[in-house]
């Protein structure tokens, strides 16, 4: 009994680190330029390709090939914002919110197929990888979920340090409470989009790099964790950080203890159905709170 | 609400409007006309079955993405569920001639009317929340049900030795029922679907016109120009939604039983995001919200897609950057850029 328990938490608990990490990335495009980056989950699968690129075909040390894949996240973010939001942000006005929706998902398709062509569709080991397991009364938890779970949390640590303490993170919540207002008090709106899309550039890369260190690096991979992270999302109430990683470790615990008591093919139908029951109760989320909407 | 009425306010409603509506509703007539046309001398002019085939898929999309763009161009609901309604209503009417031996003819309007129940309890659960929530949620019910299906591995009952599930699994339904066009046309029996896939477009065409002419069209229109006038005057935002969404939903699932009895087999491989991406495409690059620019995507997007079969692998990628590109350089998409050159041409003669 204690060995499943053991086990549940393991992987609720990595999970959880890894949707919040994935959440985060998403929630902070959509709090501050509302915007569904539906080409997310691409630049979770482009973080850990360039992992791999990094160590095994350029020989890097693990460290720096992680950094690569941030580099890389970071800068996919940035050429997203200059080729295509800039542009939908000048011309589509009101439609921005669906345009930009749609333009991602085209990205992202783009993206995951250029990697497909470049790597091929056979699944490639990530060689990052820490051995060994501690043993927890019955069962043991291995040493790689404990750390995928402490690089999360000062990943997550570093990126809220980043918005509340830096001059660029001040520039990121002015815009987000008040686009226009920022604007009229000198603050570059456009520079701090493309600030804010490589953060989340540079974030779903090393997600990318750990969710593929549990699973196998192929150019869908950002897909499952980016559908849960939208969901955790909305259950938080879309842009609400503190909210959705709670949300994303509630519903991972949910989802993995789902899977161990019906099978693996009902977690996520359960976790959809909880979802929706919450939205028809509280449709701006759990910690979001009703906004008056302007018409 | 039945047709007759709905055709009879509709000119009603174009005649007492602006001149502009009277003109477009001429413009439609005509623009049909040649389609139809068109459409009429298509088997007359081709051969190739292969030509043939692919002409049908591509009335099959273009009837997919003229009921998207009801529910997205018109209704403004972004659901990302369109491909899974379709699926719905191919394993509907698969699944009930498969198991009960039903005639396609009886299993088709069935299927297509099992994916309009679907899509209300959907729309039940999607449709009071606002654009981003919507395209979430229904992307995530279309991926669950792709799941589900794809992962069922329990034996339903045994052909042979091998197990078959309940919902055909990952290798779906094959050889349910055919639409008898073998027998009877033999040698020409591509011709009698064309007919068939043909028909089944032009009453989706009609169908989306007269939602567009009828008073719910108005009411998506004051909705769009103006939500709290259009609410204040009573216009219940939710309900027409829920109509609209049922009403295309019937013809997504009927355009879904002709697809797998055409091609007579349906597979899980219909939710493919690929296969959603396309109706997404063909919709951006015609225009969204224009009547006729589904129909020029279909056909531009099915020209373009033939031309990347070549090139093989990079057909995906190129219908994503095709994507991409279309919102960027073409925000109101062919059929808005024929109605600026229109206007240019116009204002210069």
């Given at each position: ?295 | ?93 698969a699944m009930?001639?498969h198991y ?49 299906i794809v992962t069922d591995t329990e034996c339903f009952y045994y052909e042979g030795a091998s197990c078959r599930q309940l919902t055909g699994g990952a290798t779906g339904f094959a050889r349910f ?88 087999a349906i597979g899980p ?81």
């Amino acid at each position: 009994m204690l060995d499943v328990v053991v086990a549940v938490v393991t992987t609720a608990l990595t999970n959880g680190a890894l949707y919040a990490l994935a959440t985060i990335g998403l929630s902070l495009v959509w709090g501050s330029m509302g915007m569904l980056n539906m080409a997310h989950g691409g630049l979770l699968a482009l973080g850990g390709y360039a992992a791999y690129t990094g160590s095994v075909q350029l020989g890097l040390p693990l460290p720096l090939a992680i950094v690569f894949a941030m580099l890389a996240g970071a800068a996919m973010g940035a050429l997203l914002h200059l080729l295509v939001v800039r542009q939908l942000l000048r011309s589509s006005g009101a439609g921005f919110e669906t345009a930009v929706m749609i333009a991602t998902v085209g990205i992202s398709i783009a993206l995951q197929n250029a990697l497909l062509l470049l790597y091929g569709g056979q699944p490639l080991g990530q060689p990052f990888d820490v051995p060994g397991s501690i043993p927890v009364g019955a069962g043991a938890v291995p040493w790689l979920n404990v750390t995928i779970v402490l690089v999360s949390v000062g990943v997550m640590a570093a990126a809220s340090l980043l918005i509340a303490r830096t001059k660029m993170g001040r520039a990121i919540r002015a815009t987000a409470q008040n686009r226009d207002a920022a604007l009229l008090m000198g603050v570059p709106v456009q520079r701090v989009y493309l600030q804010v899309l490589a953060l989340s550039g540079a974030l779903a890369g090393i997600c990318g790099v750990l969710v593929s260190s549990i699973t196998q690096l192929t150019p869908t991979l950002g897909a499952d964790p980016m559908l849960k992270a939208f969901i955790m999302c909305v259950v938080a109430g879309l842009g609400n950080l503190p909210g959705a990683i709670a949300a994303a470790f509630g519903l991972a615990l949910v989802e993995a203890a789902m899977q161990f008591a019906a099978g693996a093919r009902w977690g996520f139908p359960t976790l959809l159905l909880l979802v929706i029951a919450i939205l028809i109760w509280r449709p701006a989320g759990l910690f979001g709170r009703a906004r008056i909407q302007r018409l | 609400m039945s047709d007759a009425t709905l055709s009879a306010e509709a000119p009603a409603a174009a005649a007492a409007g602006l001149p502009a509506a009277d003109r477009s509703w001429t413009r439609d007539l005509a623009i049909g006309l040649v389609v139809l046309a068109i459409a009429a001398a298509l088997p007359f002019l081709i051969d190739s079955r292969y030509v043939m085939g692919q002409i049908i898929l591509a009335l099959v999309w273009a009837s997919v993405a003229v009921q998207w763009n009801l529910i997205f161009g018109y209704a403004g609901i972004f659901s990302l569920a369109q491909m899974a309604i379709f699926a719905i209503g191919g394993y509907g009417c698969a699944m009930l001639s498969h198991y009960f031996g039903w005639s396609v003819w009886v299993s088709i309007p069935a299927g297509a009317g099992g994916a309009m129940l679907a899509s209300m309890v959907m729309g039940l659960a999607c449709l009071r929340l606002s654009g981003v929530y919507v395209a979430l949620l229904t992307y995530a019910i279309a991926q669950v049900i792709y799941l589900l299906i794809v992962t069922d591995t329990e034996c339903f009952y045994y052909e042979g030795a091998s197990c078959r599930q309940l919902t055909g699994g990952a290798t779906g339904f094959a050889r349910f029922g055919s639409f008898g066009t073998r027998e009877w046309l033999r040698g020409d029996w591509i011709m009698g679907n064309y007919g068939i896939v043909l028909a089944g477009f032009v009453l989706t065409l009609l169908m989306s016109w007269f939602i567009i002419r009828s008073p719910m069209g108005l009411a998506f229109k004051a909705l769009r120009d103006n939500p709290a006038y259009a609410v204040a005057r009573g216009v219940n935002r939710f309900h027409t939604q829920l109509l609209v969404f049922a009403l295309s939903a019937f013809f997504t699932g009927l355009t879904g039983g002709l697809y797998a009895v055409h091609f007579q087999a349906i597979g899980p491989d219909v939710f493919s995001m690929t296969n959603l991406l396309f109706v997404l495409a063909i919709v951006v690059v015609g225009g969204v919200g224009t009547f006729w620019g589904p129909v020029a995507g279909a056909v531009l997007l099915m020209l373009a897609d033939e031309a990347m079969r070549e090139t093989g692998e990079f057909r995906t990628l190129g219908l994503g950057l095709i994507i991409a590109a279309a919102t960027v350089l073409l925000p109101k998409g062919l059929a808005g850029l024929a109605g600026d050159l229109a206007k240019r041409l116009s204002s210069k003669g």
